[in-house]
C-alpha cells in the first residue's frame, strides 16, 4: 500500500479526535499534544471551486452527482472491461439501521480519504475510506408523531463545504454539521412536520449557498425549493411549486386559496446546476390529492414540471410539466442530467430527463423548448407528445395496465455516457388500474385520493440504453423484478446497476454484456454507486440493505 499523503494523516488526526471530544481524558490529551490539535483544524475542506472542478480530482466525489451536471459519469479508467471481472470486496461497514420496504438510498461524499455517508432514520457518519472503519456517527432525536417521514424513513446524502456537512431531516429540518466530529453547528426548520412534512433528499451546495426541497405531497402541503446560507442558516429565498392566488400558474388551478396552499408538488429529490448559466434545475412531484382530480381541475402547475430556477433569487425562468392533470402519482422528482450536444447540427445546451410517465425527454436547458419526447417502456398511458409538447393521453389509469403509481422509473439516478452518446436508465415495466375516491382532508394525515389495484403477475425491470438524439433502446439488460437500483458509468466503457435481488453488476457499455456480479444480500434501493481514486487504486462503492461496501481490484 502507498504511504498515506500528509493531508490523508492530518484528516485522519483530524476525525480520531473527534471521536474523542466526549472522552474524559481529552483535557489531558489537548494539554499534552496541543501542537498536534492545531494541525488538525488546520485543513479548511473544499470550497465552491472545488464542487465545481467536478470530476476534475478523481479522489473526490463532493456532490450528489459527482458534479453540477447530474451526468454521474467518472473519467477513472483502472477498472475496464478487461479487468472488471476480478473486482472483489475489500471492506463492509455496517450501519445498523434500515428503512422497512425500502433501501439504502444514499450517495457518499469523499474527500481526502474520508467517507461521509447518511442513512436511514437519520443516522450519519464519518467513514474511513481505506478500511470502512467509523470515525463518528450521528443519530437524530426524532419525535414520535412524524408524518411523511414515518412512511419513508431514508435520507440521499449530504452536501458539503469548506468542513460544512449538510443534511436534512424526516421532522423536516436542514442541519449543519462540523465533518470533523459530527457536531451540529446550526439547525433551521424548514417546514412543520405534523402537517405532512419531511425532507429526504441530499442538499445542493452552491456559491454561497445550500439549496433543498421538501416531501410530502401526499398531505395537504405545499411544495418548495430553498436557498439557506451555509454559515449560518439563514434563508436567503423560497420558491413555491404551487402559485398563489393570481401569481403565474394559478389559472391552473380553481380559484380557491385553501386548494393552492395544499396543492401538493413536493420536490424531494435534488437537483442539477448550470454555472454558466446561473440556474438550478429541480423536479416536482404530484399534485395533492394524487388520484382524486376532480377537486383541481386544470393542469396544476408547477406540479410534475421540471422547473428552472435563477440561482440569485429563486425567480422562474421557465417550467416543462410532463404530466399535466396528473392521476397516477408521477412525481417528477427525477435528477435532471445536462450535457452540450450536437442537436440536428447545431450545438445544443439540453436537459434530459427519463420521466416516470414512461417518457424519455430532452429539453432546451436555455430556454426549455421541447425537443425529444419518446417512450421508454410499454406504457399505455400515452405513445406520443403532440406538436404543444404535451402528452396525448390514451389511458388515465381508470382503463387499466398503466405503469403503477411507482412509475416507468423513479428517483434512482441515470447517467450519461457523453462519447456514446447514451442514457443509461432504470426501466419498471408494470400494470395498474387506478381507482380515484374522494379523500377526506385533515391536516398531518395521508390524502392520496383513491385506491390502486397492481397486476404482480406483470411486472419487470430493466437497465436500458437509449440514444439520445432519438431515444431509441440500443440494448437491454432485464431484471425479474421491477427494480430502484441507480446507474454509474464509467469512462472505461462500463456500466454499474443493480437491482431489487441485491444483484451488483457491471456491464459493457456499449453491448451490454454483463461482465460481472456480486450478490449483496439486500435489495439495491434509490442508490446508485460512486467511484473515487484511493492512494492510486480505483474503488466502486454501493449501499445495500444496511451496508455500504467498496471494490477494488486485487492489489498487486
Known amino acids: 500500500m502507498k504511504p498515506e499523503t500528509q493531508m490523508t494523516q492530518k484528516r485522519k488526526l483530524q476525525l480520531i479526535l473527534g471521536e474523542m471530544f466526549n472522552m474524559p481524558f481529552f483535557a489531558a490529551f489537548l494539554f499534552i499534544f496541543p501542537a498536534m490539535v492545531a494541525v488538525a483544524q488546520d485543513d479548511s475542506g473544499p470550497n465552491y471551486g472545488d464542487i465545481l472542478q467536478g470530476f476534475s480530482d478523481p479522489s473526490r466525489w463532493l456532490t450528489y452527482s459527482g458534479d453540477y451536471s447530474g451526468k454521474r459519469h467518472s473519467p477513472l479508467t483502472q477498472i475496464n472491461t478487461e479487468n472488471v471481472a476480478s473486482l472483489r470486496p475489500v471492506w463492509t461497514f455496517q450501519t445498523g439501521t434500515t428503512t422497512r420496504g425500502r433501501g439504502f438510498e444514499t450517495t457518499p461524499l469523499v474527500d481526502d480519504g474520508v467517507l461521509y455517508v447518511t442513512g436511514s432514520n437519520n443516522y450519519a457518519w464519518a467513514i474511513d475510506a481505506r478500511t470502512g472503519r467509523r470515525f463518528w456517527q450521528y443519530r437524530r432525536n426524532l419525535p414520535e408523531d412524524l408524518t411523511y417521514g414515518a412512511s419513508a424513513p431514508v435520507n440521499r446524502g449530504f452536501g458539503m463545504l469548506g468542513n460544512s456537512l449538510f443534511m436534512v431531516t424526516l421532522d423536516a429540518h436542514l442541519l449543519a454539521f462540523d465533518r470533523r466530529n459530527g457536531d451540529i453547528l446550526w439547525d433551521v426548520e424548514l417546514a412543520d412536520y405534523r402537517v405532512g412534512y419531511a425532507a429526504t433528499g441530499a442538499p445542493l451546495v452552491i456559491d454561497g449557498m445550500v439549496i433543498t426541497g421538501v416531501s410530502g405531497g401526499e398531505y395537504a402541503t405545499r411544495g418548495f425549493i430553498d436557498a439557506y446560507d451555509p454559515a449560518t ?32 408538488g413536493g420536490t424531494w429529490m435534488n437537483g442539477s446546476y448550470d454555472p454558466e448559466l446561473n440556474l438550478i434545475y429541480w423536479g416536482v412531484g404530484n399534485p395533492n390529492p394524487d388520484y382524486y382530480g376532480d377537486s383541481r381541475p386544470g393542469d396544476n402547475l408547477y406540479s410534475n414540471s421540471l422547473v428552472a430556477l435563477n440561482a440569485d433569487t429563486g425567480v422562474l425562468q421557465w417550467h416543462y410539466q410532463f404530466t399535466p392533470h396528473d392521476l397516477n402519482d408521477w412525481d417528477s422528482n427525477h435528477m435532471p442530467v445536462l450535457a452540450d450536444i450536437e442537436w440536428q447540427g447545431q450545438q445544443r445546451k439540453v436537459v434530459m430527463v427519463g420521466n416516470r410517465n414512461g417518457f424519455f425527454y430532452v429539453l432546451d436547458r436555455v430556454s426549455g423548448e421541447f425537443l425529444l419526447g419518446k417512450p421508454f417502456t410499454g406504457t399505455t398511458w400515452a405513445r406520443e407528445i403532440g406538436a404543444d409538447g404535451r402528452p396525448i393521453v390514451l389511458n388515465d389509469g381508470s382503463k387499466g395496465c398503466v405503469p403503477d403509481p411507482w412509475g416507468s422509473t423513479n428517483f434512482m439516478p441515470p447517467s450519461f455516457y457523453p462519447e456514446l452518446g447514451l442514457f443509461y436508465l432504470t426501466a419498471r415495466e408494470t400494470c395498474a388500474t387506478f381507482v380515484p375516491e374522494e379523500p377526506s382532508l385533515v391536516p398531518g394525515q395521508a390524502s ?75 435489495r439495491i434501493w434509490g442508490a446508485g454507486a460512486i467511484t473515487h481514486l484511493l492512494d492510486g487504486r480505483q474503488y466502486v462503492l454501493i449501499p445495500s440493505g444496511t451496508t455500504l461496501t467498496a471494490f477494488a481490484l486485487p492489489e498487486r
Open 448 to 522: 392520496f385520493g383513491g385506491v390502486i389495484f397492481i397486476d404482480p403477475e406483470q411486472g419487470s425491470g430493466a437497465l436500458r440504453a437509449l440514444d439520445v438524439q432519438t431515444g431509441e433502446l440500443r440494448w437491454e439488460f432485464t431484471y425479474p423484478s421491477p427494480t430502484f437500483g441507480g446507474v454509474l458509468t464509467t469512462a472505461a466503457g462500463l456500466v454499474f446497476a443493480g437491482d431489487h435481488e441485491g444483484n451488483f453488476m457491471a456491464f459493457d457499455a456499449v453491448s451490454g454484456e454483463n461482465l460481472w456480479h456480486y450478490q449483496t444480500g439486500s
Open 233 to 264: 442558516g439563514e434563508r436567503l429565498w423560497r420558491f413555491n411549486t404551487i402559485p398563489g392566488p393570481g401569481e403565474p400558474g394559478s389559472e391552473t388551478w380553481p380559484n380557491d386559496p385553501e386548494i393552492l396552499a395544499r396543492g401538493g
